[in-house]
């Protein structure tokens, strides 16, 4: 029977990477941790010894908590969280259960320090056309939730990286972006530990969109043609990057549960209306 407290592996695994995910909070000890520094992808690091502390400023109407076993340490601070009006559960059998499903994990070296608010901070060239939203896209809803975007003058992103600890992206010789033939998505849906299916038939697309090789994938026109269209609705980069967001979820949920589907207008009758 299972426990009105707990979500399964296989319930979250539906939900991670969607905007409905609830909060993932990871209270696993330092020594747990340390011994295998992955997370669930979108999950945070929470001390679990100091909940009261932090629980009043979580900025969640749900969340679901990580612990090695899903046992005391995940159960306590989802009940915790009840308390404070925030609709949690523990995740069952925790990170090892979600590990051994063979399930995604995001290795945490690759995961630029945060700031002190806790997040990430990125930066790289104004006015973006497709790699440029669909990796915020992939780290905010695979890697971190709260990170930060900068989109600054082309020339000035590896000295606005060195000056407000921000971490370059899609430029030339830095780390994230562009490797022979993969695109910069390509390059953290590997890095990131996340080559899910569903992900690896995205990044085709973004890649074929991206690097102007529209037969390597028949949605990548559609792609492009939508991504050219939002750069040209909105003047304000991030104002397009939370359009881009909704963008990047529908063709996620197609490349994860739709690629199968095709769509017509059939009749019931020749000639005739169904």
């Not at 600890?165 to 890095?191: I, Q």
């Not at 690097?211 to 991030?238: I, V």
Request: proline share 7%.
């Amino acid at each position: 029977m299972p426990s009105p407290t707990t979500i399964s592996v296989e319930k979250l695994s539906r939900l991670f990477g969607t905007p409905g995910c609830p909060t993932l909070i990871d209270v696993r000890t330092d020594e747990d941790f340390s011994a295998d520094p992955r997370l669930v992808p979108g999950s945070v690091r929470r001390p679990h010894a100091s909940v009261s502390d932090w629980s009043d400023s979580l900025d969640a109407s749900s969340a679901i908590v990580i612990c090695q076993k899903g046992k005391k340490l995940s159960e306590g601070v989802a009940a915790w969280l009840r308390h404070q009006g925030i609709a949690a559960e523990a995740l069952k059998g925790g990170f090892e259960a979600w590990s051994a499903a063979g399930q995604p994990t995001v290795p945490d070296e690759r995961i630029p320090t945060r700031d002190q608010e806790g997040r990430s901070v990125w930066v790289t060239r104004a006015r973006p056309k497709i790699d440029r939203i669909a990796c915020p896209w992939l780290i905010r809803r695979f890697v971190d939730p709260g990170a930060v975007f900068l989109f600054v003058a082309p020339q000035e992103v590896e000295a606005v990286g060195e000056r407000f600890g921000a971490t370059p992206f899609d430029v030339e010789n830095v780390f994230w972006s562009h490797r022979g033939e993969l695109c910069t998505f390509d390059v953290m849906v590997e890095e990131f530990g996340l080559s899910t299916e569903p992900l690896l038939r995205l990044a085709r697309v973004v890649r074929a969109a991206d690097t102007a090789r529209l037969d390597l994938e028949p949605e990548a026109a559609g792609l492009l043609a939508a991504s050219l269209g939002l750069s040209r609705m909105f003047s304000e980069d991030l104002t397009q990057l939370e359009a881009g967001m909704s963008l990047y979820d529908a063709f996620y949920r197609w490349a994860r549960d739709a690629t199968g589907e095709a769509h017509n207008w059939p009749s019931a009758k020749a000639g005739g209306r169904p």
